[in-house]
């Protein structure tokens, strides 16, 4: 069996082999794509390698899957990874041992074959993307114990920061998949009700306190069937890979609607992916062991254990402003996270959400709620970075943001690096506010 998370291995696409690369020949993340300049022509299913992609439905076209479990069956001229993820883990990792062997340096099926390269090998900057993959089904967890603290003392300043219930199971709602959009698409600023604390009656206008939320998105490969539950040693038959998710969020019209029933309209006018889905098999050599827990948490329910992988990945959001982009001023960064910091892990919301016998469906995504940590720099978004505006960010136009204004964008980025392996991104989740209508 191929080792395709080697760090000796180096790609013929030189760009690949560069240190500060997001996709070297150990990621190889999936999305789907077409040229920009051919907006006709259909979507398909690639990979990233360095500043190129390799057309996945091309190179099957040209016969380099034969003897692959997808030999009979092109699942990459679909516009949507679905049908790869429904053939299970033993497909998934058959199929990327043999696309890292095409794009292998020591390799001369792809190598030594301009004529096919030019056919199938398409520059990333030529390409636009989609979403990576039909979501059925949105869920949304709160998974951080520091974003669920500090969210906590905010608005329940005299009692106990976390409701009884949040350290026994992963606290998560159904969100709505429809809305959910890829990296680069614009996103208005929402029309809501709202209330001020000192008037009789609500109005109804644009959100003025707009925010977004620092998360990862599992994506659901392999589901299960309707009243079967998933067992939590299982989750890597079941979990695909992850996305950079930012999950939107109207701060004034969550405060007047979240209770009795939690986020509706304040959740649901859009969250904005990442477009390429990195692997759990690139992700394995950035495993990071269970979450730590305090001596005093209560144990997990059987169900809930092993609670299975954390991962070493490193986040970050950037905002630029419409001021600062005019004056060609770089984005800024607001904020440096890591994935470690969770208190949840994706196995144990993924065991906790089927446990009731709900069906899991490929293509379905689990949001992990925002990702804060114990550091100021470390809040996953701007209602705990501004503390509820009491401590803005200053930005270097001498601009500053309590929350988001129209002009806006941020940018989300992620990615992990160990001593011995190459660094492994998940390139950019961005979107720029537009003005309400």
Same mark, same amino acid.
């Given at each position: 069996?191929?080792?395709?998370?080697?760090?000796?291995?180096?790609?013929?696409?030189?760009?690949?082999?560069?240190?500060?690369?997001?996709?070297?020949?150990?990621?190889?993340?999936?999305?789907?794509?077409?040229?920009?300049?051919?907006?006709?022509?259909?979507? +398909?299913?690639?990979?990233?390698?360095?500043?190129?992609?390799?057309?996945?439905?091309?190179?099957? #076209?040209?016969?380099?899957?034969?003897?692959?479990?997808?030999?009979?069956?092109?699942?990459?001229?679909?516009?949507?990874?679905?049908?790869? #993820?429904?053939?299970?883990?033993?497909?998934?990792?058959?199929?990327?041992?043999?696309?890292?062997?095409? /794009?292998?340096?020591?390799?001369?099926?792809?190598?030594?074959?301009?004529?096919?390269?030019?056919?199938? #090998?398409?520059?990333?900057?030529?390409?636009?993307?989609?979403?990576?993959?039909?979501?059925?089904?949105?869920?949304?967890?709160?998974?951080?114990?520091?974003?669920?603290?500090?969210?906590?003392?905010?608005?329940?300043?005299?009692?106990?920061?976390?409701?009884?219930?949040?350290?026994?199971?992963?606290?998560?709602?159904?969100?709505?998949?429809?809305?959910? %959009?890829?990296?680069?698409?614009?996103?208005?600023?929402?029309?809501?009700?709202?209330?001020?604390?000192?008037?009789?009656?609500?109005?109804?206008?644009? %959100?003025?306190?707009?925010?977004?939320?620092?998360?990862?998105?599992?994506?659901?490969?392999?589901?299960?069937?309707?009243?079967?539950?998933?067992?939590?040693?299982?989750?890597?038959?079941?979990?695909?890979?992850?996305?950079? @998710?930012?999950?939107?969020?109207? +701060?004034?019209?969550?405060?007047? $609607?979240?209770?009795?029933?939690?986020?509706?309209?304040?959740?649901?006018?859009?969250?904005?992916?990442?477009?390429?889905?990195?692997? /759990?098999?690139?992700?394995?050599?950035?495993?990071?062991?269970?979450?730590?827990?305090?001596?005093?948490?209560?144990?997990?329910?059987?169900? @809930?254990?092993?609670?299975?992988?954390?991962?070493?990945?490193?986040?970050?959001?950037?905002?630029?402003?419409?001021?600062?982009? $005019?004056?060609?001023?770089?984005?800024?960064? &607001?904020?440096?996270?890591?994935?470690?910091?969770?208190?949840?892990?994706?196995?144990?919301?993924?065991?906790?959400?089927?446990?009731?016998? %709900?069906?899991?469906?490929?293509?379905?995504?689990?949001?992990?709620?925002? &990702?804060?940590?114990?550091?100021?720099?470390?809040?996953?978004?701007?209602?705990?970075?501004?503390?509820?505006?009491?401590?803005?960010?200053?930005?270097?136009?001498?601009?500053?943001?309590?929350?988001?204004?129209?002009?806006?964008? &941020?940018?989300? +980025?992620?990615? %992990? $690096?160990?001593?011995?392996?190459?660094?492994?991104?998940?390139?950019?989740?961005?979107?720029?506010?537009?003005?309400?209508?």
């Amino acid at each position: 069996m191929r080792n395709t998370n080697d760090s000796k291995l180096s790609s013929w696409v030189s760009a690949a082999n560069d240190p500060s690369c997001d996709f070297p020949i150990q990621n190889l993340p999936y999305g789907v794509f077409r040229r920009g300049d051919m907006p006709g022509e259909p979507w +398909r299913v690639g990979v990233a390698i360095g500043d190129q992609v390799l057309d996945l439905a091309g190179a099957h #076209m040209s016969g380099l899957f034969k003897s692959t479990p997808i030999e009979e069956h092109n699942v990459f001229a679909i516009a949507g990874l679905n049908s790869l #993820m429904m053939q299970g883990r033993p497909v998934w990792t058959a199929v990327r041992e043999r696309i890292s062997e095409l /794009l292998d340096a020591s390799k001369p099926i792809l190598r030594d074959n301009a004529s096919l390269r030019k056919k199938i #090998m398409i520059p990333l900057d030529e390409i636009e993307n989609m979403m990576p993959m039909a979501v059925l089904d949105y869920t949304d967890f709160y998974a951080s114990a520091h974003h669920a603290t500090n969210v906590g003392k905010m608005f329940r300043p005299d009692g106990d920061p976390l409701l009884p219930n949040y350290k026994h199971l992963p606290v998560g709602y159904h969100g709505r998949a429809s809305s959910l %959009c890829v990296s680069g698409v614009p996103v208005r600023r929402p029309m809501g009700q709202t209330k001020a604390d000192d008037a009789d009656m609500p109005t109804f206008g644009p %959100c003025r306190l707009l925010d977004y939320e620092l998360e990862m998105g599992y994506v659901v490969g392999s589901g299960n069937e309707l009243g079967t539950r998933v067992s939590i040693d299982k989750w890597r038959d079941h979990l695909f890979g992850m996305v950079i @998710l930012n999950d939107w969020s109207a +701060r004034d019209i969550q405060k007047w $609607e979240y209770q009795p029933l939690g986020p509706f309209n304040a959740k649901n006018f859009c969250s904005t992916i990442s477009p390429w889905v990195v692997t /759990l098999d690139a992700l394995t050599p950035f495993a990071a062991g269970p979450p730590a827990r305090s001596p005093e948490d209560p144990k997990n329910l059987d169900y @809930l254990n092993p609670p299975g992988e954390s991962f070493d990945v490193t986040l970050e959001v950037l905002i630029q402003s419409k001021q600062m982009e $005019e004056k060609d001023m770089a984005p800024v960064r &607001v904020s440096i996270g890591s994935l470690k910091d969770m208190y949840w892990t994706c196995a144990q919301m993924l065991a906790h959400h089927t446990s009731t016998g %709900c069906n899991m469906r490929p293509g379905d995504l689990l949001g992990s709620g925002t &990702v804060s940590g114990p550091a100021e720099e470390s809040r996953g978004c701007l209602l705990e970075r501004t503390w509820r505006g009491a401590n803005p960010i200053q930005l270097p136009t001498g601009e500053e943001r309590k929350f988001l204004a129209d002009g806006d964008t &941020v940018i989300m +980025r992620g990615w %992990c $690096e160990r001593d011995g392996f190459r660094k492994i991104g998940f390139g950019e989740c961005s979107g720029e506010i537009l003005a309400a209508e």
